[in-house]
């Protein structure tokens, strides 16, 4: 099945610096890769993901690269913010059926004002 | 409508007792899932429904495990005879059967004492 890794585990930056979270996956057929973030207390919140058969997408602050030769993927976020401080997980999948995600393990991001 | 609802959303319980958890999706998706999710860990997939059919199960979900969602609306988890190795953080998320990406719950914190 899917294997996702993620890194860094942890992430500290000064508000306003940029950070960046990288993600690898074991399955060549992946085609879907969603970006999560989860507060404390909260379930995890949907904020970017990118398809296959495109190389990068942006909304606003949020980026999204991916690299399906190497099979990595990553999250870019630009001028960051304390309300960004959270965990972020990435995810993968292989299946246009159930679609069911492979987690990464997560990065706990914080934004030091 | 205000997203995808859990109840409860924390239960203590001893182990050895039956405890069950209601997830009511985003009423026009007909997609759900389950998920868990231990601490430090991204979440892990248990099983899906399209409608009120239970399409697939994951391995994680022993026979201790069930999962109903009549007529497609609300769905439940039960687990019997609690361990300590249940404790986790149980999320529902739903979508469209056209939606790549998923709108989580809260989740229902279960702690096994």
């Known amino acids: 099945g899917e294997n996702v890794e993620q890194h860094p585990s942890t992430l500290s930056v000064q508000e306003g610096d940029s950070a960046v979270i990288k993600c690898t996956y074991s399955?060549?057929?992946?085609?879907?890769f969603p970006w999560y973030k989860q507060e404390l207390g909260k379930g995890p919140q949907l904020i970017i993901d990118?398809?296959?058969?495109?190389g990068e997408k942006k909304d606003q602050r949020i980026a999204v690269t991916l690299n399906k030769t190497a099979k990595h993927f990553s999250l870019h976020i630009t001028e960051t913010q304390p309300e960004d401080s959270a965990v972020y997980f990435c995810?993968?999948?292989?299946?246009?059926?159930?679609?069911?995600?492979?987690f990464g393990s997560g990065t706990r991001l914080q934004v030091q004002p | 409508d205000t997203g995808v609802s859990q109840n409860p959303r924390h239960k203590i319980t001893k182990r050895g007792q039956n405890v069950t958890f209601r997830c009511d999706p985003i009423?026009?998706?007909?997609?759900l899932y389950w998920y868990r999710q231990t601490l430090g860990q991204g979440p892990e997939f248990l099983t899906y429904?399209?409608?009120?059919?239970?399409?697939?199960k994951s391995r994680l979900l022993s026979d201790r495990f069930s999962a109903e969602r009549p007529k497609g609306s609300f769905s439940t988890l039960e687990i019997q005879r609690t361990e300590q190795g249940d404790s986790a953080m149980y999320l529902c998320?739903?979508?469209?059967?056209?939606?790549?990406?998923?709108?989580f719950g809260s989740g229902t914190r279960l702690t096994v004492v």
């Open positions: 429904f399209q409608n009120e059919a239970q399409l697939e």
């Open positions: 998320a739903s979508s469209f059967r056209g939606q790549w990406g998923y709108t």
């Open positions: 009423s026009e998706h007909n997609r």
């Open positions: 990118i398809r296959s058969n495109v």
């Open positions: 399955d060549s057929a992946s085609n879907y």
């Open positions: 995810a993968a999948t292989s299946d246009t059926g159930r679609r069911a995600l492979t």
